[in-house]
């Protein structure tokens, strides 16, 4: 059993900057990819990226890439999101998720086995 809190979400102007921290209780964290999703109002959730159990492979869609980090700490149970060059469509509730694999090239929300509930990002324009 996974259990993962959000926090870090807030309001932020259109090219600033925030990082959001999704903090794993339980077992098998670090043996477990973890990726982060989002959610639009009006929209479905969507993958933003995801972290290879040792940290060492990263994805990110293509409309994050070059503006967001992901990162993880394994000994603090903790993956990261490092979010640069907001932009107002960036606005949604951000979920980290915790895969049933340690390595997935591929991110349907299907391989995600726990959520955590969702920490909100608001970019101003």
């Known amino acids: 059993q996974v259990q993962l809190v959000e926090s870090g979400g807030g309001l932020v102007q259109a090219g600033g900057s925030l990082r959001v921290s999704c903090a794993a209780s339980g077992s098998l964290f670090s043996s477990r990819a973890m990726g982060w999703f989002r959610q639009a109002l009006g929209k479905e959730r969507e993958f933003v990226a995801g972290l290879s159990w040792t940290g060492g492979t990263a994805w990110y869609a293509d409309s994050v890439k070059g503006r967001f980090t992901i990162s993880r700490d394994n000994a603090k149970n903790t993956v990261y999101l490092q979010m640069n060059s907001l932009k107002p469509e960036d606005t949604a509730v951000y979920y980290c998720?915790?895969?049933?694999?340690?390595?997935?090239?591929?991110?349907?929300?299907?391989?995600?086995?726990?959520w955590g509930k969702g920490t909100l990002v608001t970019v101003s324009s």
């Open positions: 998720g915790a895969a049933t694999y340690g390595y997935i090239s591929i991110w349907p929300e299907s391989i995600i086995d726990y």
